[in-house]
C-alpha cells in the first residue's frame, strides 16, 4: 500500500510537461490562379506592342555612293566592263571607306579582264575620235589626247576635232590651246560657237574675256 501511494505520488512528476498549441494563422491560405486569370495574362502579354527601333537616318553621300555602286555591279554581271569600271571609279572616289574598298576589287577585276580583251584596231580619224572621246569620259586625259591627236593628223579639216581638243585642254586646265583650239574649229564650221556657250566643258573659260569675244563676237561689234 505504501509503495502503491508513493507510486501515486510519483507518477505526475515523471510525466512530460504539456507541449504549447501551435497558435493557428488567421491569414486566409493563397489559392492558386484561375486559369481563366492566367489566360488573361498571356493575352495581354503577347497584345503588348513590340518597340520598333527608329532608323538612323543614312548619309545622303553614302546613298549617292551605294547607288554608283550596285549600278557598277549592274554592268559588272552585265559583262559591260567599261562602264562598270567607270562606275567604280567613282564609288572608290566616294565618302564611305567600305564601299570603296568593295569597288576597288571589283575594279582590279576589271582592268584585268579588259586587259584580256582583243584591242580593236584604230585606222580612221572617225576611229580615233571615238576613242578620245571615250577616255575623256573616263577622265584618262593622256590617253584620250594620243587618239585626239592622231585624229588631227589623218583629219585636218575634222572641226569636230579640234572642238574635242578645246574641250579636253579646258578640262587639263590649258586655256591658251583651249582658245586655239576653239577658234579652229568656229573658223571650220561657226555653229560650234552656238555649241560652245552651253557646254560644260568649257566652264573652265567663263570668266576669259578672249572666250566671251570669241562665242560673242556681236557684243564685240557694239
Not at 155 to 168: G, P, Q, R, T
Not at 197 to 222: S, V
Request: net charge positive; glycine share 4%.
Amino acid at each position: 500500500m505504501v509503495y502503491a501511494a508513493f507510486d501515486a505520488a510519483r507518477r505526475p512528476l515523471l510525466q512530460s510537461p504539456a507541449m504549447p498549441k501551435a497558435k493557428r494563422s488567421r491569414r486566409p491560405a493563397r489559392r492558386p490562379p484561375s486559369r481563366a486569370k492566367s489566360k488573361r495574362k498571356k493575352v495581354l502579354a503577347k497584345s503588348k506592342p513590340a518597340r520598333r527601333r527608329v532608323a538612323e537616318p543614312v548619309d545622303p553621300r553614302i546613298q549617292q555612293q551605294l547607288k554608283l555602286y550596285d549600278e557598277g555591279m549592274r554592268y559588272f554581271n552585265q559583262q559591260k566592263l567599261h562602264k562598270a569600271r567607270q562606275a567604280f571609279e567613282k564609288v572608290i572616289a566616294g565618302f564611305g571607306k567600305e564601299l570603296a574598298d568593295r569597288a576597288r576589287m571589283h575594279l582590279h577585276v576589271c582592268e584585268q579582264r579588259i586587259s584580256r580583251m582583243p584591242q580593236p584596231s584604230l585606222r580612221s580619224a572617225d576611229d580615233h575620235y571615238h576613242g578620245g572621246i571615250a577616255m575623256m569620259n573616263l577622265g584618262r586625259w593622256d590617253e584620250a589626247r594620243e587618239h585626239l591627236d592622231k585624229a588631227k593628223k589623218l583629219a585636218a579639216k575634222a572641226d569636230y576635232v579640234f572642238y574635242a581638243l578645246a574641250a579636253l585642254d579646258c578640262l587639263t586646265g590649258e586655256a591658251d590651246a583651249a582658245l586655239q583650239n576653239l577658234k579652229t574649229a568656229i573658223d571650220l564650221k561657226p555653229e560650234n560657237r552656238y555649241h560652245a556657250r552651253n557646254d560644260e566643258d568649257f566652264k573652265f573659260l567663263g570668266e576669259d574675256p578672249r572666250f566671251t569675244d570669241l562665242i560673242y563676237p556681236e557684243r564685240e561689234h557694239a
